[in-house]
Structure formats: C-alpha cells, structure tokens
C-alpha cells in the first residue's frame, strides 16, 4: 500500500467514527488556511509601520499599528480556537482508536491471542496509538500551514539573490534527511526491544502483584527479579539513550550552523544595501529569514511526524485485519445439546510446539446428559482438549460434531451462550462478591432469590453474609473495604458463576483442586444433582468423582489410554487403576477395591 493510501485508509477509519464532527474538521480545514495568511499579513504590516517611521505622518503609523494588533490578535483567537477544537478532538480520537482495538481483542481467534507476535505488535501500537490521533491529523495541517507560510516568506525575500534562499532551503532538506534517518533507527530500536519491553513490563507487574508477594518474600525473590529488571530496563533505555545523544548532537549542530548563516546573510544584507535599505525593508527581511527557518523546521517535523506514523499504521492496521473467529459460515444456531458430541481423528498441534502434536488421533462421543471424566498425568492435553471442544481453537485436524454439525459451523453468540465453563485459572475480578457470581450471564434479570439458591448449593451463602458489606463487599484487599477469599473458596464462587449461567453443556477444568475431599464429595453430589439434564466434562486430576461418572477417558501424551466407568477400568489395571489406588484413601476406598 503507497504512504498515501495508507494516510488515507487511517484518516477515513478515524473519520468514520466522526461524521457528527464534520463541523470540527471544516472548522480546522478553514483555521490552517487562515492563519498563515493572517501570519503572513502580520509581517508585510510590520514592514509598512517600518517603512511609515520616517517617511508618514503619526496618524498614518497609528492606522497601521491598530491593523498590526487587529491582525494579531485576530491570528491569536483563531490559534485559540484551533486549539479548543484540537483539545475537543484529541481524546475523542484516542478514544475511538482504542476501543477499535479492544473489540478488536475481543473478537480475535484465541490462537491469536496466545501468539506472541500479536503481544508485540499489540505493545508497539498501544505505545504510539497517542500519536497516531490527534497529533497525525494536527501535523498534515501544520505541513500545508506552514508550507502556505513559506511560500508567504519566499514572495517576501523575492529581492534577496536566490543564492539565499538556497542556502535556507538546503538546510531544511538537510534537517529532513537527518530526521527521516533518526526516525529509520528508532523504528529499528523499538522492533529490536519490543520482546525485551514486554518482558520488563511482565517483571515490572510481578512486584505489585499481590498474589505472589508472599511467594517472592519467602524465596527471596525480589532481588532476583529486581536484577532481572534492572538488566531489562537498561537493556530497552541504553540504545535509546546513545540514539537520543547522536540525534541531539547532530541537530543542535545543525541548528548552530543555521544561526551562523543566518547572521551571515542579515550582515551581507547590511553591508550591500546601506544606506538605501529601508527600516521596514530591513525588520521585514531579517524577521522573514528567522521565520523562514522556524516554519521550515515546522515542515520538516510535521513531515517527520506524518513519516513516522506512516511505519507504525500498517501494524496498527495489521492488528485491526487479524483473523476474526466468525466466518460466515458460522450461520447454524445452537440451542442446546440434542443427541451427542462426536469427535473423529481429531489432532491438534500449537503453532509455536515444534510440530509437536499435543493431540492425536483422539475419538469418542458424548451423548446428552452424559457425565464424562478427563484424566491423565500433566501434560497429557487435557485442557488442550477441553478448548477445542468448546470452540476456542478452530485449527484443528479431525471432526467435532454438536448434533452432526461441526462446531466450526456453529454460531459463536448461540453455542457460547449453551457453554458453561470453570477454567484453571479462573477470573478473580476486584468486583463485588455479587457481581463475581453474575459476570456469567451479566444480561440475565436480577433475582435475588435465585443467588441465595447458588449460594446455598455452592456452600458460600454464609460466608456471603459474614462478609462486610454481605454481597456488596469488594473481593480484592488492594481496594478500599475490599477483602479476599481463600483459594477453596473463590474455587466456590467460580462454580457459583458457572451455576448461574443457563448453560446446557459444562465444562470444568480442576473445579475443585483446592477444596478439601469431603466438601468436595458435597459439592459434586450437588453439581450431579444441578446438572442432571446437562451434559458435563470435568477435567480433574482428583478421581473421587470418577466413580460417579459415565465415562472416563484417561489421556497420556495426547492420546486417549483407556477409556470406560470406573468399574471397567478398575479391572483393566491399567493407568487408572494405579493413580486411583494412589488416592483411595482420601475417599475411604481401600476396601471397594478388588484385585484386578
Ligand atoms: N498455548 C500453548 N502453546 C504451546 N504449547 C502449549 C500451549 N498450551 C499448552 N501447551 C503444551 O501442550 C501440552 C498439553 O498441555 P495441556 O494444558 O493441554 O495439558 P493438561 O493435561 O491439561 O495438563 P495439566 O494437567 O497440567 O493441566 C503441554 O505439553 C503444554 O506444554
């Protein structure tokens, strides 16, 4: 894509969201035009008060000294006026941009959103997107403002020997070049740190993160990353810094050189036009020559800035353009589980595991109100599996069919709404205990009663009322009144959020790893009781529940090993067998057990 149509592509996505403001546009499309011109005016009016000192009567001169403040103060309001509108459209920019993107996230494929160039990307845009509003679109009118006040400032010098005008225009050019080649290394900078940027930023959050504080206290952690920090920290400054110190030796030389020339060509002026130039001719010229530079610099700068904006659009636009999760193929409804999920061949590998399949050839069925068991050792890919199941990965080799259909057919809005879920690492939202528990299903009627219910069954309606401020207590202690669970506890909200969502196949990852064996005997007698007609798929590495299941599938390196009920697998003395015998004794089974 050519820079223009790249500039153009940027302005109408950042005007699009502005068709109400098209009165602000035209306003700051009418101020760049008038206020050069007022500037312009400004100057020949000082050079006419200069030439009437000697040659006008007094009320002549007093004429033009009113027009030079009506001109300026005229030019100062216009300024101001420009910058309210700039002032009125810099966040609202800023704000569009941004909230682009988020929905942008929020719409991406979750084999986007694990990927670590979309990360590097997403820190470089999110580092220039300030940039990227308000202060392009005040550039591109500065460019042409000031270039209307240099061809002002050139009709004014006509007389000097273009030799002059050369010489000023060449230091522009060479202002340029130095620029555009200081930008060129900064870019390169930033590409080249972008990883080290973010893992600072990553080492930099681990010292206010509140959950690992006792971590780092108890294994002295916090000079190790403090070094660790500290080497990345200088690791992004320290080019920046020898690039800062090159680009400022460079200018301030350059700048010098410019003052040089410029008191050069006010003596050769002096000296070659004495005594014949006129007062006014002579504040004209040397204040045109002194502008002349400030307004070429302006170019070059505003040129700069819209250069530099020009590299950092196409990722902006690159993020924006990612694969989105809803093809339009996506067009069946889903409305709740009917008969079975099949999943054929399926295999599956991540993009960054070196080919490496972390599922293989897995196939099984579920049908309908079935209460299926995930087991296996670390790494076995169970969690790989619960995702593909519910959708969030869609690269996948193989068949998932919800009723025949494959769930890559499957409309997103409707299958998600069916899906209930506890991930490992569920959310812990600094948000009430309330909200904590509706975040499930935020659009569902507030009913009281209903909550009481879920938190009846889920064993935290008590701890609900011994809060504080009952459900209205914030649950994070880093903000005022707030206060924190343990982790058995949030495990109990985190099933409550799944209970209040109408869901109609579940899924749970390790839902109940940090409660203790006998409240989670309860809780599973209520979840089977609460999910009698649902279908669920409990991923556990606690195979208490597998008794109660109808189906277990043990994995082992992304493979199904065994799968069948308890009974069956009991008897096969296989994989199952032996981690279940390792646990019996938390679930007083020793003496269920026959030998195999
Ligand atoms: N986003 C990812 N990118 C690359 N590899 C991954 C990713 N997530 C998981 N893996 C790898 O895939 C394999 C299976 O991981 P998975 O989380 O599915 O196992 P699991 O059986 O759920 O483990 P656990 O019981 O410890 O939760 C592991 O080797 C893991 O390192």
């Not at 040659?55 to 403040?69: A, R």
């Not at 500290?230 to 920046?240: A, C, K």
């Not at 096969?572 to 067998?577: P, T």
Request: charged share 20%; hydrophobic share 40%.
């Amino acid at each position: 894509m050519s820079n223009i149509s790249t500039i153009k592509k940027f302005l109408s996505l950042v005007y699009s969201h502005y068709r109400n403001s098209k009165l602000g546009f035209a306003g700051l499309i009418l101020l760049s035009i008038s206020i050069p011109v007022l500037q312009n005016t400004h100057l020949y009016v000082t050079e006419k008060i200069g030439n009437s000192l000697l040659s006008e009567g007094l009320s002549t001169i007093i004429i033009l000294l009113l027009v030079q403040s009506i001109v300026f103060i005229t030019s100062q309001v216009l300024l101001m006026v420009n910058k309210l509108i700039e002032n009125k459209l810099t966040p609202q920019i800023l704000f569009s941009l941004e909230q682009t993107l988020i929905n942008k996230l929020a719409r991406l494929k979750m084999i986007s959103l694990e990927d670590s160039h979309t990360y590097n990307k997403l820190i470089t845009v999110r580092r220039v997107i300030p940039q990227l509003g308000m202060p392009l679109i005040s550039s591109i009118f500065s460019f042409f403002q000031s270039l209307l006040m240099v061809s002002g400032m050139i009709y004014i010098l006509r007389n000097l020997h273009w030799s002059i005008i050369c010489i000023l225009i060449s230091f522009s050019v060479l202002n340029f070049f130095v620029t555009r080649m200081f930008n060129k290394l900064q870019l390169s900078i930033f590409d080249k740190t972008s990883e080290t940027i973010r893992m600072k930023e990553y080492v930099s959050q681990l010292f206010y993160n509140r959950a690992l504080a006792g971590e780092l206290k108890i294994f002295n952690l916090h000079h190790f990353f403090s070094g660790k920090w500290s080497n990345l920290f200088w690791g992004v400054e320290e080019p920046n810094i020898s690039l800062s110190n090159k680009r400022t030796y460079l200018i301030y030389s350059i700048q010098m050189g410019i003052n040089l020339v410029q008191l050069a060509m006010l003596l050769i002026l002096i000296i070659t036009s004495y005594p014949v130039i006129s007062v006014g001719s002579f504040l004209l010229v040397s204040q045109a020559i002194v502008q002349f530079q400030g307004r070429a610099n302006e170019i070059i700068n505003s040129f700069a800035h819209i250069h530099q904006s020009l590299v950092y659009i196409p990722t902006y636009f690159e993020l924006i353009n990612l694969p989105e999760e809803k093809p339009a193929s996506r067009t069946n409804e889903f409305n709740g589980l009917k008969h079975q999920i099949s999943i054929t061949n399926l295999s599956f590998k991540y993009k960054n595991s070196n080919e490496k399949s972390v599922l293989s050839n897995i196939n099984f069925s579920i049908k309908k109100g079935e209460k299926i068991a995930i087991v296996g050792h670390n790494g076995s890919g169970k969690t790989t599996l619960l995702k593909c199941l519910m959708g969030l990965y869609d690269n996948f080799e193989g068949e998932i069919n919800y009723d025949g259909i494959s769930i890559n057919q499957l409309d997103i809005q409707t299958f998600r709404k069916k899906v209930g879920v506890i991930f490992q690492s569920f959310g812990k939202y600094p948000l009430s205990f309330e909200e904590n528990i509706i975040l499930s299903d935020i659009s569902k009627p507030h009913d009281r009663n209903n909550i009481n219910n879920i938190l009846t069954e889920c064993k935290i309606f008590e701890l609900s009322k011994n809060l504080r401020y009952g459900h209205n207590t914030i649950l994070s202690p880093e903000f005022m009144n707030g206060t924190d669970l343990s982790g058995g506890e949030w495990q109990k909200i985190a099933l409550a959020r799944m209970y209040y969502k109408d869901a109609d196949v579940i899924f749970l990852d390790e839902p109940t790893s940090a409660i203790d064996p006998i409240s989670e005997n309860e809780i599973f007698e209520k979840f089977f009781s609460f999910s009698k007609d649902k279908t669920s798929i409990v991923l556990t590495h606690r195979l208490g529940i597998c008794r109660k299941v109808d189906k277990i599938i043990v994995m082992e390196n992304g493979t199904i090993k065994e799968m069948g009920d308890h009974e069956s697998l009991m008897n096969n003395d296989g994989l199952y067998r032996k981690i279940y015998e390792s646990q019996m004794h938390w679930y007083g089974d020793e003496k269920q057990l026959a030998p195999a």
